[in-house]
């Protein structure tokens, strides 16, 4: 399953639980929204994104712009430790596809102190 297929149920999944989400292609776009958007509460990111830039390219610049906003890694590799030690790597937590909708709910709950309904 590609990455966009990921995006999309990732998408869904939120939706369903409540929650508002704003979906981009690849880490530029998602700069560009957290720039547009100063309000975003928590972004999740795919850490690689075949042929673009990815969660790994793009938190340094992120976390210039908003040191404090939650930053989810996800991704179905190791991607040399981010996965384990996320907060080594400037993001706040990390999700290990394939994930359960509780595991990805306790996350969000643990980032932004609520749940969506």
């Given amino acids: 399953m590609d990455t ?9 999944l939120l939706r369903g639980m409540g ?3 704003i979906e981009t292609a690849d880490g530029d776009a998602a700069l560009t929204v957290c ?8 972004a999740i ?5 075949p042929g673009k830039k990815g969660g790994k390219d793009i938190i340094i610049p992120l976390r210039a712009l908003f040191p404090d906003l939650p930053v989810i ?3 179905g590799f ?3 430790g981010v996965i384990s030690r ?6 706040t937590s990390s999700l ?11 996350h969000l709950v643990a980032n932004l102190g609520e749940t969506s309904n």
């Fill in 4 to 12: 966009n297929n990921y995006r999309e149920i990732l998408s869904a």
């Fill in 19 to 21: 929650y508002g989400v």
């Fill in 35 to 42: 720039r547009s958007l100063p309000d975003v509460r928590v």
């Fill in 45 to 49: 990111l795919y850490l690689t994104v």
């Fill in 73 to 75: 890694a996800c991704s």
């Fill in 78 to 80: 190791s991607e040399g």
């Fill in 86 to 91: 996320p907060k080594d790597f400037g993001f």
């Fill in 96 to 106: 290990q596809k394939p994930f359960l909708p509780d595991e990805l709910e306790a």
